[in-house]
């Protein structure tokens, strides 16, 4: 049986090895990616990694999306779980 969501799921995929590397950016140059930007993609990645079937990426970015909303800087450890989930990927 062909899973009728497998091109959405390599598009995804696509998209988060581009936000891996926006995010390794990000620990060394702060300005890489604006707070909007960090803010929005965290928060779709955390929904189309669940929806998906990526439960261990939608949490990390979950965790990093609800730092982001209390008004935290994103701390380095959940920046990198984010970023090593990406590269399970």
Same mark, same amino acid.
């Given at each position: 049986m062909i $899973?009728? %969501?497998e091109t959405l799921k390599l598009r995804f995929? @696509?998209?988060c090895a581009s936000d891996r590397d926006a995010l390794q950016r990000l620990e060394g140059e702060p300005a890489a990616v604006s707070p909007a $930007? %960090?803010?929005t993609m965290v928060h779709q990645?955390?929904? @189309?990694a669940g929806a998906f079937g990526f439960?261990? &990426?939608s949490a990390a970015a979950l965790r990093l999306d $609800? =730092? %982001?909303? @209390?008004g935290e800087p994103p701390s380095h450890d959940? &920046? =990198?779980a984010l970023i090593d989930? &990406?590269?399970?990927l």
């Open positions: $899973d009728p %969501l995929r @696509a998209r $930007d %960090l803010k990645m955390s929904g @189309a439960p261990r &990426l $609800d =730092q %982001l909303s @209390a959940n &920046l =990198q989930e &990406l590269g399970r």
